[in-house]
Every structure is written in structure tokens, then in C-alpha cells.
């Protein structure tokens, strides 16, 4: 079993929701990174979405956009970033790590050498915005022989059919974007969110995560109670923004603000277990 698929089993298990944060690799200085997914970690994270900084990102918003800028001014690289999840991996074997980007880096290393070394430093799975599952062939099938997940978008606008089809390919979890547009923008609408889950549950049995939208622990806590996970970016990115200036605060600074949707997301675990 994928180490994506153990952690969701176990989270449910205690009938608990897992908190995924995202954060741009190398964002605003690469040696940043590993120290801080460690604190996300100790701040409540189960799975950390770790994104690939990509010139052109465009379903990000302006805060993700200029993660992405200061990254890429830091010359980091996939290559380095690849680096980055081996360092973690020696002090932390148990949380899944996905890479969240776009699918030219990929490209540009190649399929094939992405997959080998993506295994061999312990990436769990991988979310490519720009490549629907209908033209993953290739990469589909490189990445289920060297175990690593393939994570699949579903948007508010995602046909029935592009569901089913997106639930033969996903592996580990299907990500809900809970609004149109790019990250970062305005707040989710539960009501809408709840309904949707419900429909792409009847196409898989995998867990259904939900990102874009979430800002605080109420709006986390609000989709904890009908999403198997909760994602998020933007409100993260921008605390890291803020302290770009001073690095070394950064890691206890995002990772208090991640504490704090943990805090939100199981105080309504418990009412509801009462309830
Ligand atoms: O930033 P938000 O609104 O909190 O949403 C999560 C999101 O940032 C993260 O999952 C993500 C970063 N880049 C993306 C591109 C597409 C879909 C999702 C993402």
C-alpha cells in the first residue's frame, strides 16, 4: 500500500481529516525548505504538497506566482527540489510528500529519469495541473511502476463523464478545486462543496481532498466535515512572503498559522464524534 493510501486509512481510522499544506519548494530561499516541512509536520500536516516553482504557473494567482518568482531567482531547480525530499526523508519516513506543478519541468528532465529518481528519494505522488488523465498515457504508467501516485484535479465545472474517467486514473486521492479560477481567490461556498463531493464519490472509493478557498480554521474546519482532506496554499505562501526578509522565524511563523487549522479541524472531529 502507498504511503498516501496508509496515511488516509489510518486518518479515517480515528475518523479524522487530513490537513495537506502546500508550499513552493525553494520559496523564499531554498535551505528554508526542509526545516520547514518539518514544522508543518509538527504542526498538525499529514501528507505536504510541494510545489515545483514553473515560469508560467497559470492556475495560480499572483501570491503562489511570486513563490514561484523568488524561487526561480534561487536557480532552484527539480533537480534540487528532488534533493530537498531526500534531506527530509532523513528524519521523516512516514509523511507522504506530493509534487504539485506543472508538467514542462517534468518534461524537460524526462519521464523516465523523473521516475527513477523521484522513487528513489521517496516522493509519494505527483500532481501535474496541466496534464488531464486522458493524456497521462506514458506518464501514467511510468509513475505506477515506480509507485507514485497520480493526483487528479476535478473542478466545479467537471463533466460526470470526465469524472469516471478521472476516477480510473487518480491514484491515492482526487483533489476537489473548490472554486473557478486560480488559488488563492475568494472563499469557498460549503454548501456547493458538499454537494460536489457527493457526486464524485459515486464514481470512486478513493479519499476526496478539497483546496482553494481555505483560509482559516473555519473555512477548514467547515470541509473537514464532508472532505477526506483539506488543502492549503495561499494563506500559508502569503505568511511566507511576509518573512522573506527574515528567514529564520519563517518555519515556526507558517507553521503556528497551520497549527491553528489543526486545532479548528479537530475541535470539530470531537463535536461531531459527540454529537
Ligand atoms: O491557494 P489556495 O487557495 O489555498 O489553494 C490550494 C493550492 O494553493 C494548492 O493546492 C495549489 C498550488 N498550485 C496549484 C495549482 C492548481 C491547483 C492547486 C494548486
Given at each position: 500500500m502507498s504511503r498516501i493510501s496508509e496515511c488516509f486509512k489510518n486518518l479515517q481510522a480515528d475518523g479524522q481529516t487530513a490537513l495537506i499544506p502546500y508550499v513552493t519548494a525553494?520559496?523564499?530561499?531554498?535551505?528554508?525548505t526542509v526545516p520547514l516541512m518539518h514544522a508543518l509536520v509538527e504542526a498538525g500536516a499529514d501528507i505536504i504538497e510541494l510545489g515545483v516553482p514553473f515560469s508560467d504557473p497559470m492556475s495560480d494567482g499572483p501570491v503562489i506566482q511570486k513563490a514561484c518568482e523568488r524561487a526561480l531567482k534561487n536557480d532552484v531547480t527539480l533537480d534540487s527540489i528532488l534533493d530537498m525530499v531526500k534531506q527530509f526523508r532523513e528524519?521523516?519516513?512516514?509523511t507522504p510528500v506530493v509534487l504539485m506543478g506543472y508538467s514542462n519541468p517534468l518534461e524537460a528532465m524526462g519521464y523516465q529519469k523523473f521516475a527513477e529518481k523521484a522513487q528513489v528519494v521517496g516522493v509519494d505522488g505527483v500532481l501535474t495541473v496541466d496534464m488531464p488523465p486522458e493524456e497521462s498515457g506514458e506518464f501514467k504508467q511510468l509513475m505506477d511502476s515506480h509507485d507514485i501516485d497520480t493526483i487528479f484535479l476535478v473542478a466545479p465545472t467537471t463533466s460526470a463523464q470526465r469524472m469516471k474517467k478521472i476516477a480510473e486514473y487518480a491514484k491515492g486521492f482526487i483533489y476537489y478545486v473548490s472554486i473557478k479560477g486560480v488559488t488563492g481567490a475568494a472563499a469557498l461556498e460549503i454548501n456547493e462543496v458538499t454537494a460536489k463531493l457527493e457526486e464524485i464519490r459515486r464514481y470512486t472509493s478513493l479519499p476526496v481532498g478539497v483546496g482553494f478557498g481555505i483560509r482559516d480554521g473555519r473555512s477548514a474546519a467547515a470541509v473537514a466535515q464532508v472532505a477526506d482532506a483539506v488543502v492549503v496554499g495561499s494563506t500559508l505562501v502569503r505568511c511566507i512572503e511576509e518573512h522573506a526578509n527574515r528567514p529564520q522565524e519563517l518555519p515556526a511563523a507558517v507553521a503556528s498559522l497551520l497549527a491553528e487549522m489543526r486545532h479548528a479541524i479537530n475541535a470539530r472531529d470531537l463535536a461531531s464524534v459527540s454529537a
Open positions: 525553494g520559496d523564499p530561499e531554498p535551505w528554508v528524519k521523516n519516513s512516514h
